[in-house]
């Protein structure tokens, strides 16, 4: 991705980790680390590790969270080999432990939701992530999710992961479109059943998708597909 996308993006996929936690925007601190080639004289070269900055600082500033630390290294050169562009954003908070989420899975009578985060020319639109890290804290608080993560690794790797720490069988009723693709910004939602109907009320201003079910069968199954745990797991 371009420096400044991507340095954006790796700050949102940290803060979006501490939420998942059970965290929110007030009181997340940020350090960074970034690597880039030996610079040189070439001014493109010098443009990259900036225009990453500038994507890091402007994050910093949509969601009112500062870095308070960082290394950097501008010497990833050997030769003709350089390291891949890269801002490391890490993200810190405190919290009780009671109030800490998990991302595994429970399942019983359970249902799988999608709290989406719009972008906008490919970067993710500041007051969608609020505002779903509003929505986030509030259900945290009411004890509403049973569990939740971020898609950082996509929808179906996501899914799948939770559900395998306790081989919680799914039934997945959609599958989103870019179902493998990293979209850090993004949270999978486990709730209980009888909570689906009020969570989507309140949520009515959010982008929530029901994406499926728990079951108590060891695999996941879409529409008539059914793979098991093990051989996923293989």
Known sequence: RAPYEGAYEAVVESIAKILAMGGDLTGIRLSFQEYFRKLGTDERNWGKPFSALLGA???????????????????????????????????????????ILVNTMKGGKTSLLILRTERNNGIYEKTSFKENAAFLKTLTEQGKIISVDTLKKGFFPTALNMALGNRVGMELTRIPSGWAEKDPGRFLLEVAYEDVCGILREGQDHSLLVVGKTTDSDGVKYGEAFIPYEEALT
């Open 57 to 99: 600082l402007q994050a910093q500033l949509d969601y009112e969270v500062p870095a308070i630390g960082g290394k950097d290294s501008m010497s990833g050169s050997f030769e003709e080999i350089h390291v891949p562009n890269t801002l490391i954003s890490f993200a810190v908070q405190t919290a009780e432990k009671e109030k």
